[in-house]
């Protein structure tokens, strides 16, 4: 019960913070991605890793991606 509020939590905190400027936008999106996919793939402590992991890397991503679709 307590894991469940707490990730409802950090993902409503996220989504409210997602309307800040761009670069938070991007690093709150990576870190959403990250997480998410952390968590399936190995729990709580994947959900951890890969939100740090999606929040450094996600402003690189978006800045290639928009470079190849250019």
């Known amino acids: 019960m307590v894991k469940t509020l707490t990730l409802t939590l950090l993902a409503v ?3 409210a913070l997602g309307a800040c400027g761009n670069r938070t936008e991007q690093r709150i999106g990576g ?4 997480a998410g996919t952390g968590a399936v793939v190995a729990g709580p402590v994947g959900a951890v890793v890969g939100g740090a992991a999606g929040a450094i890397a996600a ?3 978006v ?8």
């Open 31 to 34: 870190a959403a991605v990250g």
């Open 63 to 70: 800045r290639e991606t928009r470079r190849s679709t250019r």
């Open 59 to 61: 402003p690189t991503v």
């Open 13 to 15: 905190t996220a989504l």
